[in-house]
């Protein structure tokens, strides 16, 4: 496996693959890797002949007070994982090279509606800061596909529609959650919680899949199964951010008659913020009422 920490020597490298007519699949990451991130470099080898992993802890999605300066750096560690998966070049840039101009003077990409809402709320800016360094990803290495983690499903939705909104030919792949054997999605941000905190994290996947379970049983009363869904996880530990019950396509709040949906949440344990999700389809209840038995 190759690293290249320079945007010229990228290209140049690149443009030979693409002269060759080898096809790009892109993982962007921002290190410090766990079994989820190899998972993705996996699923880029089928579906491309090359695999570009890039390494950039991207200060535009981080705000005021959080982890910027403390996340977690392990480039020697992350580049060994990497070439044991079967990756052909890591881009790990420093953030000059992708901000020459400094960071407050970068152009700035906005999804709008979907990035304020949830994740968006609790972190301003920080969707901002996902799709522009996404757009200038995709400006720096041409892929023809980006493969994306399901885990971030609001992310995921927000790089498809700013993918589809500035008419850029990537494909954009989303890849099912890793978890471990309790259900616990795996995140860099796991790495904060001390054990006992990692086995009562779990409680939130839970949440997820009772919630999941009730709607597949016909209810749709999404307030109420919100805030039950939040007392529970609040039991094991957790504070809560947002819990809520979405339409999959828009991410709008559900409405009664929406049949696909996708049930998206935040929490604190300790001192980890930890997200998850479930998409579920509810397209195949039967709404009808059997006939009265004469």
Do not use: W
């Not at 990803?137 to 609001?154: E, R, T, V, W």
């Not at 939705?157 to 890849?175: A, E």
């Not at 529970?232 to 396509?249: C, H, L, P, Q």
């Amino acid at each position: 496996m190759q690293t290249i920490s320079k945007l010229i020597e990228l290209r140049s490298h690149l443009r030979g693959v693409r002269q060759n007519g080898q096809t790009i699949a892109m993982v962007a990451t921002m290190g410090n890797l766990h079994a989820g991130h190899i998972e993705l470099i996996h699923r880029a080898r089928e579906l491309a002949d090359i695999v570009v992993a890039t390494i950039f802890v991207n200060p535009l999605q981080f705000g005021s007070g959080e982890d910027l300066e403390k996340y977690p750096k392990t480039l020697e560690e992350d580049k060994l994982q990497l070439e044991n998966a079967g990756c052909h070049l890591l881009f790990a840039p420093t953030e000059s090279e992708v901000y020459p101009h400094g960071r407050d003077n970068q152009t700035i990409v906005e999804v709008p509606a979907t990035s304020n809402l949830y994740c968006g709320s609790s972190r301003p800016g920080h969707f901002q800061g996902v799709a522009t360094v996404v757009c200038k990803l995709y400006s720096m290495i041409h892929p023809d596909i980006a493969i994306f983690g399901q885990k971030d499903y609001q992310q995921l939705h927000i790089i498809r529609q700013m993918t589809q909104d500035l008419s850029i030919d990537v494909k954009v792949v989303g890849s099912p959650t890793t978890r471990n054997q309790e259900g616990l999605a795996l995140s860099s941000r796991n790495g904060y919680l001390t054990a006992d905190e990692r086995h009562r994290a779990t409680a939130l996947y839970k949440a997820l899949q009772t919630t999941a379970q009730a709607l597949q049983n016909n209810n749709d009363d999404f307030p109420q199964l919100c805030e039950q869904a939040q007392l529970t996880i609040e039991e094991a530990g957790f504070k809560r951010d947002y819990f809520v019950i979405a339409n999959a396509d828009t991410l709008m709040l559900a409405q009664p008659g929406d049949k696909q949906l996708v049930i998206l949440a935040a929490a604190y344990m300790g001192a980890a913020r930890l997200i998850d999700n479930k998409v579920v389809d509810i397209s195949n209840q039967i709404n009808s009422i059997p006939p009265a038995i004469s």
